[in-house]
């Protein structure tokens, strides 16, 4: 193994998490509009190359960080070898000061997974493991165009048992094509049997630019499809996740994220309260020292700039690195005060009045009284804890996308 990365202790190190896109899939499901797609495995060899250059060059300028959460997101990671993940994961022990506490989450799908490979990535170091079921019924698996069955799914959660992980996360998804509020809670039951640590339950969003998006688009039930579930339904849905989920011991601590004790995603949690990441790989996003970034989303370019075909020791580059990123955008307190909110109410515990202040130098109220009043008349804001914090109501998160658009 490769020595880990050595630091002065001059000074704390500020704390950094980093986030590794691997934009391949089997196939793309019909209401992805992640950026994915299939790839043959000279690409992702390659594409690996590309992920381990951009570390090692990014590396200099995060000196004075500790990385404390590293997460493999996609399109589907689980379609790296294990040894290209380990090959990744020496490259930030060597390069990076990477915590010995560090949270090292991998997403990943059924009938990607095996039990050697699943071995592999836990000896590699991964420590957090992401599985997408959506569905437990296989019809509605393959209405979305999942490439796997509940079973592929069960053997691959058994095999990670059997691998080490004693951290591992499902995906579900409501509001399916045919799906019922009784077909949903069979979903949520037969999860939360299986005990996993964490369990994210989103709504199905139909997008712009998908095959669902041409399919529902424009109406709910299309001639010759699945229809989508009603408001009422739909609705039920969401009131049955956190009941059901309660009674197994989970506790909501985001919007669409239930944990048990201890098992909150720290990396994702990161996010909420704005602390730094560093995105590596294809339309990747970071955010460090208020300033937003995204790398670009064209792979030719991506790849000729950190893994080129054919390079001539000693020449110059002329690549033009102005083509690499995308969106930068220097927030100015107005922006990050609002992202502060924006972000921090989706958690259920909110935000701190103090730390608002500490951050900005002035007083919530100062700043969004007209609002606070407003939404604390309608119900959907609460302070606590003898008024240092504040947090979403009940109503206020079943209504989170108005209340976090009034800020």
């Not at 020449?315 to 921090?344: A, H, W």
């Amino acid at each position: 193994m490769t020595e880990p990365f050595s630091f002065p202790a001059a000074e704390p190190l500020r704390p950094l998490g980093l986030y590794l896109h691997i934009p391949f899939c089997k196939r793309k499901c019909l209401y992805c509009d992640f950026l994915s797609a299939p790839a043959d495995q000279e690409t992702i060899d390659r594409y690996v190359d590309a992920v381990c250059a951009q570390l090692s060059r990014e590396a200099a300028n995060y000196r004075t960080y500790q990385v404390e959460t590293v997460f493999f997101g996609g399109g589907t990671p689980s379609l790296l070898l294990a040894g290209q993940l380990d090959r990744i994961m020496e490259r930030i022990r060597s390069d990076y000061a990477l915590s010995k506490q560090a949270e090292i989450s991998l997403e990943s799908n059924p009938g990607t997974l095996t039990a050697d490979r699943l071995s592999g990535y836990r000896k590699a170091g991964i420590n957090r493991l992401s599985i997408g079921l959506q569905s437990a019924s296989d019809a509605e698996l393959r209405e979305l165009g999942r490439i796997h069955d509940y079973s592929a799914f069960l053997e691959n959660y058994r095999q990670a048992r059997r691998a080490g992980f004693d951290n591992i996360n499902v995906d579900l998804m409501s509001a399916l094509p045919g799906q019922t509020a009784k077909g949903w809670l069979d979903t949520l039951k037969r999860t939360a049997d299986l005990e996993p640590e964490h369990i994210s339950a989103y709504s199905l969003m139909i997008e712009e630019g998908t095959p669902f998006g041409e399919r529902y688009g424009k109406r709910p039930d299309p001639a010759g499809f699945l229809p989508l579930p009603d408001e009422e339904e739909e609705r039920l849905m969401y009131e049955q996740t956190e009941c059901l989920l309660q009674e197994y011991g989970y506790r909501r601590y985001e919007i669409s994220n239930y944990a048990r004790p201890g098992f909150l995603c720290r990396h994702n949690v990161g996010y909420w309260t704005r602390r730094p990441y560093l995105g590596i790989g294809l339309g990747s996003a970071s955010f460090v020292d208020n300033v937003r970034w995204k790398m670009t989303e064209d792979l030719t370019v991506y790849l000729d700039h950190y893994a080129p075909r054919a390079a001539v020791k000693g020449t110059p580059s002329s690549f033009d690195e102005r083509l690499l990123y995308q969106e930068i955008q220097v927030l100015d307190k107005t922006e990050q005060m609002e992202e502060f909110l924006i972000l921090g109410l989706r958690l259920r515990d909110g935000i701190s009045l103090g730390e608002f202040r500490r951050q900005f130098q002035v007083g919530l109220r100062e700043v969004y009284g007209p609002v606070l009043d407003r939404l604390l008349r309608q119900g959907l804001l609460l302070f606590y804890e003898d008024g240092k914090k504040m947090r979403l109501t009940k109503k206020g998160t079943d209504l989170s996308n108005y209340v976090l658009a009034q800020f």
